[in-house]
């Protein structure tokens, strides 16, 4: 990995709490998901450690949050800028870890930095109201006020942009960070904390925390200094970390699984839908929260659009995401493969017809052949589940009103795409969809102006934009009254 880097000291082992590299008991192995060579060993922390970052934190906070909103902000344009700056090391390191490819690692780091910059200028414009007085002589206001101590859990599949998304807004409005990033990509989030503290952050305002996952989300919630708890990840982790955060009554946050519809209308024609089809679903491998996971298209146009798509996919590289050839990195490991081959055996048993797969050799164990699913049906895993994998499932609709109702089928409802001209029928997919994100005509819906965020057990808040800021902000309503004394003046 080194031989790859210009600056060598990004790739940090020790975690990052307090503004030192702590060591922990233990060293776990990381590898590389495209030929499962080990990339490095990162400490384990154990649970005094886990609690030093929190006291850390707790003692960073009042320092922090009394700082002016633009001290604070040029902090953050320093870290943007030096993250801009490592791009490409940040960009590999990325990629040996999490096997995405090289152009999909820099345009990451890209997005992830677009984040840090929108929230510092955004902390200066976090105004509170006044509220017109309905009592005597009395003035009334909010002040939005920093919350405290943040804990930041975040998932493999975008090892930079789902930490700054969360980190960006915290600090910006004066909250310290303990971030937890996954496992399996924890160098991404080491890089990111070596990058801070040469940008000067005082002492414990942002902290990387490595190790049992299990343990320091248990630390870190059972924790009353830590006041906000914003998850990124599976919807089973979830749904456990509120219920350990509802012991200390914790503000929750929570980007939560997807099983995104993409619904072609039936004026749109198929060479496009197909592109936006292709660039919805295969991103990151599929292994993307808001991935394409089941494609409704007119029967009239369902023929053609399989034969365009299977042709399409006929562009498609699978290999080591270093290999600038490449368009399509493995999977995070081989149980994820092994996933993505249920998938498909399931389908195939229930009824769905295999339209294509990749053809091509594929290196290792964790990597899987992109392949296109035709007549999907509710009984099928691929459109019950979240399917995290390069599988394409197709279905035809005869109606608009099925379309809508069977992408409403699921308990997920984080995004959804509609392709066409029709302004009615866009509307009433605007209207009649239940996710909390609908893009007509775009791929690309996400970034730092943009509320983020999914409905039903897609999650609970939402990230970036304004509101980015809710999850560690409180409102704090003040009531100026005149005392007796003094009416009349
Ligand atoms: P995950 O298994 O839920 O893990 C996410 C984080 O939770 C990791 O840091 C993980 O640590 C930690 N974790 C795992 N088990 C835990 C436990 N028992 N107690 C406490 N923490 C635990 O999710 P993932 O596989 O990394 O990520 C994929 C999921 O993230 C997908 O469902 C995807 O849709 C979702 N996602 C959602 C969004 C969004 O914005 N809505 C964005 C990206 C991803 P370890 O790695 O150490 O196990």
Redesign the pocket.
């Known amino acids: 990995m080194m031989a790859l880097l210009d600056d060598v000291r990004l790739v940090r082992n020790h975690a990052y709490i307090n503004k030192k590299w702590e060591c922990g008991d233990d060293f776990q192995a990381v590898e590389n998901p495209a030929n499962n060579q080990v990339v490095g060993y990162v400490s384990q922390l154990n649970k005094a450690q886990i609690q030093q970052a929190i006291e850390g934190a707790e003692g960073a906070f009042q320092p922090w949050r009394k700082l002016s909103v633009e001290q604070r902000s040029e902090y953050l344009l320093r870290w943007h800028d030096a993250i801009l700056n490592a791009q490409k090391d940040l960009a590999y390191l990325m990629v040996v870890e999490q096997g995405k490819t090289l152009a999909e690692a820099m345009g990451e780091i890209e997005y992830g930095a677009s984040f840090i910059r929108w929230f510092a200028e955004e902390a200066k414009r976090s105004y509170g109201h006044t509220i017109p007085s309905h009592i005597q002589d009395a003035q009334l206001s909010t002040v939005r006020e920093p919350i405290g101590v943040a804990a930041l ?6 090892p930079n942009a ?1 930490i700054t998304r969360k980190a960006a807004a915290a600090l910006a409005i004066g909250c310290p960070v303990i971030i ?5 990509t924890p160098f991404s989030a080491l890089a990111l904390a070596e990058l801070a503290d040469r940008c000067g952050f005082p002492s414990g305002v942002l902290n990387v925390v490595t190790g049992d ?2 343990m320091i ?1 248990e630390t870190l919630c059972a924790a009353p200094q830590v006041k906000a708890l914003s ?7 979830g749904k ?2 509120l219920k350990q955060a509802a012991e200390t009554v914790k503000k929750c946050s929570m ?4 099983n995104a519809p993409f619904i072609m209308l039936d004026d749109m024609d198929v060479e496009q839908a197909v592109s936006a089809a292709m660039a919805a679903k295969f991103q990151t491998s599929g292994q993307d ?1 808001l991935a394409a996971n089941r494609i409704f298209v007119p029967r009239h146009l369902y023929q053609d659009f399989l034969t365009q798509f299977a042709q399409a996919m006929k562009s498609i590289v699978v290999g080591n995401g270093l290999d600038p050839n490449v368009t399509l990195g493995p999977l995070i490991s081989a149980k994820a493969a092994k996933q993505a081959q249920h998938l498909v055996d399931d389908a195939l048993t229930k009824g769905a017809r295999l339209i294509h797969q990749y053809p091509g050799h594929l290196t290792g164990p964790n990597f899987f052949a992109p392949t296109l699913l035709a007549d999907v049906t509710p009984d099928m895993a691929v459109y019950q589940e ?1 399917n ?1 994998c390069p599988v394409a499932g197709v279905l035809p609709y005869d109606t608009l009103e099925q379309a809508i109702e069977m992408s409403n089928d699921t308990e997920y409802g ?1 995004a959804a795409y509609v392709y066409g001209h029709n302004i009615h029928d866009i509307w009433r997919c605007l209207r009649g969809l239940e996710f909390g994100m609908v893009s007509v005509n775009s791929v690309k819906m996400t970034g730092g102006p943009i509320p ?1 965020g ?1 409905v039903k057990q ?2 609970l808040g939402r990230e970036g934009s304004c509101h980015g800021f809710d999850e560690f902000s409180e409102i704090k309503y003040c009531c100026l009254g005149q005392l007796p004394s003094a009416s009349g003046c």
């Open positions: 859990i975040t998932p493999w599949n975008f789902m937890k990033p996954a496992s399996d996952a299990a989300s998850f990124t990840g599976s919807t089973a982790v456990l970390l980007e939560l699984g997807g929260c979240e995290f984080l983020f999914g897609s999650g």
